[in-house]
């Protein structure tokens, strides 16, 4: 939610409408999957169904761990789809883990601190993407910069041809070849950032499933069957 629209601001340059019709292929499926996340819930071993909500949205990240800076709407609208259906089948079922057992009389306080944790979670993990995000940015400008050389005949070239094609506009030789460097260096950092994007998507999966084995230390709990609702089971 954090790194996804960053990405389609900063490379893809699109404004908020553009952002919410892309992110919208995970919202409303994914609102959908609620009420049959809720219904499976009921069923089956909720850490069987947070493990392969953590699947499916690992997935997703890792396949926009590959991604190029034509990487837009339409290429993103799978990996939006199955985080849709993954997201459900964590966010449902782990609610109910944390709280289940737990007699009425706590469930409200039991509820509010889950959900401020979350937020704290959220909080300190969107600060430490944004800053991989920036040290990751300055760490492959600098090895891309590395790799162009005014001694490289193809480098030079394509200076020579870019230059020519600013005169042909209008600019004097000067002006040109500075628009030429500044068009370069542009073109570094957004290639950098495209990496930095790839490699902080293929970070979150690896995570993801790095907790799916810690799933299955939880205890499945179960619901209190007391009359009066005020012990815990």
């Known amino acids: 939610m954090y790194v996804l629209p960053v990405y389609l601001a900063q490379i893809q340059g699109y404004h908020a409408g553009q952002i919410g019709r892309t992110i919208m292929w995970s919202g409303v499926p994914q609102l959908l999957m609620m009420p049959v996340a809720a219904l499976l819930a009921k069923r089956g071993d909720l850490r069987l169904l947070i493990s392969v909500g953590l699947v499916l949205f690992a997935t997703s990240c890792l396949m926009n761990g590959s991604m190029t800076h034509w990487t837009a709407h339409e290429q993103l609208r799978a990996t939006q ?74 480098t030079t070239e394509r200076l020579r041809a870019a230059t020519g094609h600013f005169v042909a506009l209008g600019a004097d030789p000067v002006t040109a070849a500075n628009r030429v460097l500044e068009v370069l260096d542009l073109t570094v950092r957004r290639e950098a950032f495209v990496i930095a994007f790839g490699e902080a998507f293929t970070l979150l999966g690896v995570i993801l499933l790095a907790v799916v084995p810690l799933v299955w230390f939880v205890r499945p709990g179960r619901d209190c069957e007391h009359a009066d609702c005020s012990v815990e089971c």
Do not use: Q, W, Y
Request: charged share 15%; aromatic share 2%; hydrophobic share 50%.
């Open 81 to 154: 789809l199955i985080r849709a259906l993954g997201m459900p089948l964590v966010i449902v079922p782990l609610t109910t883990l944390a709280t289940r057992g737990l007699p009425a009389i706590r469930a409200g306080s039991a509820s509010a601190l889950f959900n401020m944790l979350r937020n704290l979670g959220g909080s300190i993990g969107i600060a430490l993407l944004a800053t991989c995000l920036d040290v990751s940015e300055k760490i492959h400008s600098v090895r891309l910069g590395e790799s162009i050389s005014l001694f490289d005949p193809a």
